[in-house]
């Protein structure tokens, strides 16, 4: 089946480290986001990727870096420069965001915690 | 810049009362407006796209609306499953961007 993963479900992370959540969609998508989500709030755009070796900065880079080496891979490194990264982290993909209102697709998230 | 604004934040309806959620919106040109369903811990599931104003679309007891600046989800008879997050997003005609609003947290009681 086709679809998008996270992964872990869950992650911890002590103060001063940095970790990296995985994001894979084999749907064959051009473009791939990361939103954050705070507990009652909706998604905050990250960064984002149209194209393989390309991305931009969304509405709240700061602390955060990412890479598309390949069309299918999208990891999200939160460095210890984000100061309150505890947060639930969500992927998502579309087909092609040129085409009149195609959807995005998203993962299950990642849940992380500063401990 | 997009913007994206929901009303009301949460909503509590008895079963079988029916409702309207509403999206409000500003983009410089509209390419396509979303609606997502987010249960507790889970990532959003697709409901429905609209794309110009006059367009609904409906799926069982939901039915979306679009005019120019806003969108309805218009709930009939809710049932206690439909209790979720419903998220309004907007893309814009420019660009890849996808800037979701808030999220309306809708609880309906058996």
């Known amino acids: 089946d086709g679809g998008i993963t996270q992964s872990p479900k869950y992650l911890f992370r002590k103060e001063g480290q940095n970790v990296t959540l995985s994001c894979e969609q084999n749907l064959n998508h051009d473009a791939m986001y990361w939103y954050r989500q705070d507990p009652g709030q909706g998604l905050r755009l990250i960064y984002y990727s149209q194209i393989v070796n390309d991305f931009q900065k969304g509405d709240i880079a700061e602390g955060y870096s990412v890479s598309r080496e390949k069309k299918e891979s999208f990891p999200l490194t939160v460095t210890s420069a984000q100061k309150n990264p505890t947060a639930f982290y969500l992927c998502?993909?579309?087909?092609?965001?040129?085409?009149?209102?195609?959807?995005?697709?998203f993962g299950q998230g990642t849940r992380l915690t500063v401990v | 810049e997009d913007q994206v604004t929901q009303s009301p934040e949460a909503l509590r309806l008895q079963e079988g009362e029916s409702s309207s959620l509403n999206c409000s919106y500003t983009?410089?040109?509209?390419?396509?407006l979303f609606w997502y369903r987010q249960d507790p811990g889970k990532g959003p599931e697709f409901l429905f796209t609209?794309?110009?104003a006059g367009e609904e679309k409906e799926k069982e007891r939901l039915k979306a609306t679009l005019t120019k600046k806003e969108s309805f989800l218009h709930i009939t008879a809710p049932k206690p499953e439909d209790s979720a997050t419903y998220l309004c997003a907007v893309q814009e005609t420019s660009g890849s961007r996808l800037t979701f609003g808030e999220g309306t947290q809708l609880t309906v009681n058996p």
């Open positions: 609209l794309y110009s």
């Open positions: 998502a993909s579309i087909k092609d965001p040129r085409l009149l209102g195609t959807e995005a697709f």
């Open positions: 983009v410089s040109g509209l390419r396509g």
